[in-house]
C-alpha cells in the first residue's frame, strides 16, 4: 500500500515539474492575427522562444526578412507575419489588433552591431483611438520578452 501511495506522488510531483517547465500557447488558433501560429503563455529567453516556436511550426518574426539589422529606415522596415497590416498612410507597420497591448515580442532578428542583442516589437501609440504601431528596439539575449511565432 505504502508504494502504490509513493508512486502516485512520484506521479504527480512529475507532472507538476513537466508543467512547471512548459510553455503553453495562451490563445486559440482562431485568436491569433493572420499569419501568426503561436503566443506564448509567458516570457522567454531568446533560446528558449526559438524552440518554442519550432515546436509549434512556426519561427519568431524577423526584420526585414534578414537575420541581422542596424535598426535604420524603421518606417519601412517589414516584418514575417505582419504583411497584412500596414499603416494607412504606408509607413510603419500597424500593430495587429488581435494582439495584445503591453506586451514585448522576440523578433528572429538580432542587431548587427551587437549579436547578443536581439531586435523585439511593442505597440507605441500616441493616440487612444489609434491602433498604434509597431515599435522596434533591443534586448538581450538572455534577458526575458514574450513570444510570436510566425509561419
Given at each position: 500500500?505504502k ?5 502516485s506522488i512520484?506521479?504527480?510531483i512529475g ?8 510553455a503553453g ?17 509567458k516570457?522567454?529567453n ?10 509549434n511550426?512556426g519561427?519568431?518574426p524577423?526584420i526585414?526578412?534578414?537575420d541581422?539589422?542596424d535598426?535604420t529606415q524603421?518606417k519601412?522596415?517589414s516584418?514575417?507575419g ?7 498612410d504606408g509607413?510603419?507597420?500597424?500593430y495587429?489588433?488581435?494582439?495584445p ?6 523578433t528572429g532578428t538580432k ?6 542583442f536581439v531586435w523585439y516589437?511593442q505597440?507605441?501609440s500616441?493616440?487612444?483611438?489609434d491602433m498604434?504601431e509597431?515599435n522596434f528596439d533591443?534586448w538581450?539575449?538572455?534577458g526575458p520578452?514574450?513570444v510570436?511565432?510566425v509561419?
Amino acid at each position: 500500500m505504502k508504494i502504490k501511495t509513493l508512486t502516485s506522488i512520484t506521479f504527480i510531483i512529475g507532472m507538476a515539474i513537466a508543467v512547471g517547465t512548459t510553455a503553453g500557447i495562451s490563445w486559440a488558433a482562431e485568436q491569433l492575427p493572420p499569419g501568426v501560429v503561436a503566443i506564448a503563455d509567458k516570457q522567454m529567453n531568446y533560446a528558449a522562444a526559438e524552440d518554442f516556436c519550432k515546436q509549434n511550426g512556426g519561427k519568431l518574426p524577423r526584420i526585414n526578412d534578414s537575420d541581422s539589422w542596424d535598426g535604420t529606415q524603421q518606417k519601412s522596415a517589414s516584418l514575417d507575419g505582419f504583411a497584412k497590416h500596414p499603416k494607412p498612410d504606408g509607413t510603419g507597420i500597424a500593430y495587429p489588433v488581435e494582439l495584445p497591448k503591453g506586451k514585448f515580442f522576440w523578433t528572429g532578428t538580432k542587431d548587427a552591431a551587437n549579436p547578443n542583442f536581439v531586435w523585439y516589437i511593442q505597440h507605441r501609440s500616441n493616440n487612444s483611438s489609434d491602433m498604434g504601431e509597431v515599435n522596434f528596439d533591443k534586448w538581450i539575449i538572455r534577458g526575458p520578452r514574450d513570444v510570436m511565432c510566425v509561419k
